[in-house]
């Protein structure tokens, strides 16, 4: 049982530098979300998606782009990298009983 | 707006020694309230799901409750396994989709 997988786990980027996180989810669920987390500030929605083809920004979308062209598949595609993106990203999917993580992305943006 | 806010921000516990994590919230319509534990370095792992006021969910020494403003999750004599960041989420109907917003958590340690 795979789950919500993610990659990579860990990425350095300079500044400018433009990165995909891949998410994937075998369960079938609709609902797909992507997440930060700085510390001490919980989660932040960046975007979410509702089904293939369907997306929409969350809280903090500036600087990020997102995509649905399956259900499995929510990549996250950041364009010019700034070190205020340094974060841990994470993806998860969901029913409206609840949501399961991937275990996240470590990204360093120097 | 929906709100949600957890307390204490860290709470460190002796093995055995009970006690009680809160969560209050502010939404219009709750469609559901989420209970999640996180291990440092890892994504939320799944808890509980509460859906209205009076309504309790068990898990080993874990158990939910949820009243019309907050929930707890009390925490029944505690073992070190247990230390984790506990993450409480609401999810209301936005536009016609389900958005949970999460609070910052709650640390908890517990020592042997």
């Known amino acids: 049982n795979a789950g919500v997988t993610q990659t990579p786990k860990f990425r350095i980027l300079k500044i400018g530098q433009s990165m995909t996180l891949q998410c994937t989810q075998d369960?079938?669920?609709?609902?797909m979300y992507w997440y930060r987390q700085d510390p001490g500030m919980g989660l932040k929605l960046i975007y979410y998606?509702?089904?293939?083809?369907?997306?929409d920004k969350g809280e903090v979308p500036n600087g990020y782009n997102v995509s649905r062209s399956t259900t499995e598949d929510f990549p996250l595609r950041l364009e010019l990298a700034a070190p205020s993106q340094t974060s841990v990203y994470f993806c998860?999917?969901?029913?409206?009983?609840?949501?399961?993580f991937g275990q996240g992305t470590r990204l360093t943006v120097v | 707006e929906d709100q949600v806010t957890q307390s204490p921000e860290a709470l460190r516990l002796q093995e055995g020694e009970s006690s009680s994590l809160n969560c209050s919230y502010t939404?219009?319509?709750?469609?559901?309230l989420f209970w999640y534990r996180q291990d440092p370095g890892k994504g939320p792992e799944f808890l509980f799901t509460l859906y209205s006021a009076g309504e309790e969910k068990e898990k080993e020494r874990l158990k939910a409750t949820l009243t019309k403003k907050e929930s707890f999750l009390h925490i029944t004599a505690p073992k070190p396994e247990d230390s984790a960041t506990y993450l409480c989420?609401?999810?209301?109907?936005?536009?016609?989709?389900?958005?949970?917003?999460f609070g910052r958590g709650t640390s908890l340690i517990v020592h042997p």
């Open positions: 998606s509702v089904g293939a083809g369907i997306t």
């Open positions: 998860a999917s969901s029913t409206t009983a609840g949501a399961f």
């Open positions: 369960m079938n669920h609709n609902y």
């Open positions: 939404v219009s319509g709750l469609r559901g």
């Open positions: 989420a609401v999810q209301a109907r936005t536009g016609g989709s389900y958005i949970p917003t």
